[in-house]
């Protein structure tokens, strides 16, 4: 995976993990660093990463 597409697919990552965890906290009024781990892993599954291609994005 090139630089920029690992950047582009970060900030995919990160911005519907935050949308969850928003959405899952406001439903169930659960503390959002409890929400975002289960968030990141929703989203990354929805965008078809997996865990090898996460860990990369972030080193």
């Known amino acids: 995976m090139k630089n920029e597409e ?3 697919l970060r900030k995919q990552v990160i911005a519907l993990a935050t949308a969850l965890a928003l959405q899952e906290t406001e439903r169930t009024g659960e503390d959002y660093t409890k929400a975002i781990n289960r968030a990141l892993d ?3 599954k929805r965008l078809g990463v997996n865990h090898k291609d996460f860990i990369k994005m972030f080193i």
């Open 6 to 8: 690992s950047r582009e």
């Open 42 to 44: 929703e989203a990354c």
